[in-house]
């Protein structure tokens, strides 16, 4: 397949384009890299650089025929989204529309769009289903709910094979891709940057009603994650808009994450007990039974401390990150 990866510079992105190269398929990277790095678009891949907002760019690029499009490009900082909604807005629903406007008119009939737990905002029932009541609690969560509600109108009307795959706590590296965010906000590599320099983690909230008072998350291996992708493009059939949840359907505390991490580095690494951090709901983890019963998806690495031990291999070989 011929196969466009908006966003393919980032770290899911980069992951998922060098494993479409791998599996043979013609690749191409669409990336602005305001948030993506140029060493992390993969060899055998097609650089075109430029945003989604810019509808001749994304009309042009989509008329060079592609027979799926994987869509990753999007803001996902919660924190900014709530300071900012409109820029989060703008970019990930009409950034979308752009793209899936240029789709329809070049006739790209498959897309795989990157959805989030997010939307699911503070769930009533652990594990989380795909029913569950889509609540967003920020605008980053209810910007990629508009786009995954956009998506299934489309599909409806227009005959598009779509998925939208909600992802939950993404973590690890792969080979020479990794995780290079600026700033960086998620616990995994904030926990080995500090065993890295020698400083502290912030736990962000002690009394949540879990088993150890921090708060519990669904991590899942970025190449586990990457391999849900390929399988998705690969089963969507027009007209049908598939929604997956994708995580291990296991959780892991903030404690427990230091816990491991101190294991695989062999460092102390302080971690400071802190405030909640808004809008944090105590507890997400994911049923991933629909995606393993339709698609045959299933996590091969599901162990934190082998998520963790990646990311740190990547860490130590990136002390720099990609710059
Ligand atoms: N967290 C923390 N210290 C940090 C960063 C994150 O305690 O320096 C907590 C955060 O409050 C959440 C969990 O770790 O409960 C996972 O946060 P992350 O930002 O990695 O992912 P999120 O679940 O917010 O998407």
């Given at each position: 397949?011929?196969?466009?990866?908006?966003?393919?510079?980032?770290?899911?992105?980069?992951?998922?384009?060098?494993?479409?190269?791998?599996?043979g398929h013609e690749t191409v990277v669409l990336d602005d890299l305001s948030k993506g790095h140029r060493e992390a678009v993969p060899e055998g891949t097609r650089?075109?650089?430029?945003?989604?907002?810019?509808?001749?760019?994304?009309?042009?690029?989509?008329?060079?025929?592609?027979?799926?499009?994987?869509?990753?490009?999007?803001?996902?900082?919660?924190?900014?989204?709530?300071?900012?909604?409109?820029?989060?807005?703008?970019?990930?629903?009409?950034?979308?529309?752009?793209?899936?406007?240029?789709?329809?008119?070049?006739g790209t009939g498959k897309l795989v769009f990157s959805s989030t737990a997010a939307v699911y905002g503070e769930p009533e029932e652990v594990p989380i289903q795909e029913s569950a009541p889509t609540l967003p609690t920020n605008p980053y969560g209810s910007s990629k709910l508009a786009v995954d509600r956009l998506i299934g109108a489309v599909c409806g009307a227009r005959g598009l094979a779509a998925t939208s795959l909600r992802y939950f706590n993404v973590a690890g590296a792969s080979g020479r891709f990794g995780e290079d965010h600026h700033p960086e906000?998620?616990?995994?590599?904030?926990?080995?940057?500090?065993?890295?320099?020698?400083?502290?983690?912030?736990?962000?909230?002690?009394?949540?009603?879990?088993?150890?008072?921090?708060?519990?998350?669904d991590y899942i291996h970025v190449e586990d994650l990457g391999r849900a992708h390929l399988l998705a493009l690969e089963a969507a059939g027009p007209g049908e808009h598939?929604?997956?949840?994708?995580?291990?359907?296991?959780?892991?505390?903030?404690?427990?994450?230091?816990?491991?991490?101190?294991?695989?580095?062999?460092?102390?690494i302080d971690a400071v007990e802190a405030p909640r951090r808004a809008g944090d709901p105590p507890?997400?983890?994911?049923?991933?039974?629909?995606?393993?019963?339709?698609?045959?998806?299933?996590?091969?690495?599901p162990e934190l401390e082998t998520m963790i031990s990646d990311a740190w291999t990547w860490m130590c070989d990136h002390p720099n990150g990609y710059g």
């Open positions: 397949m011929k196969v466009l990866v908006t966003g393919g510079a980032g770290y899911i992105g980069s992951v998922v384009a060098s494993q479409l190269v791998e599996a650089l075109l650089q430029g945003n989604l907002l810019d509808t001749g760019f994304t009309r042009q690029t989509l008329s060079e025929s592609f027979d799926g499009v994987l869509h990753f490009a999007a803001l996902s900082l919660v924190g900014e989204s709530v300071e900012k909604p409109e820029i989060y807005y703008r970019n990930n629903v009409c950034g979308t529309l752009n793209l899936l406007e240029a789709m329809r008119e070049a906000t998620h616990l995994i590599p904030l926990v080995l940057r500090a065993a890295a320099e020698g400083s502290s983690v912030k736990i962000f909230g002690t009394d949540y009603p879990t088993r150890d008072g921090t708060a519990v998350r598939s929604v997956y949840n994708l995580g291990n359907g296991a959780g892991f505390s903030v404690r427990e994450v230091v816990e491991a991490a101190r294991r695989v580095t062999g460092q102390s507890t997400l983890v994911a049923s991933s039974e629909k995606i393993q019963a339709d698609l045959g998806w299933k996590p091969e690495k």
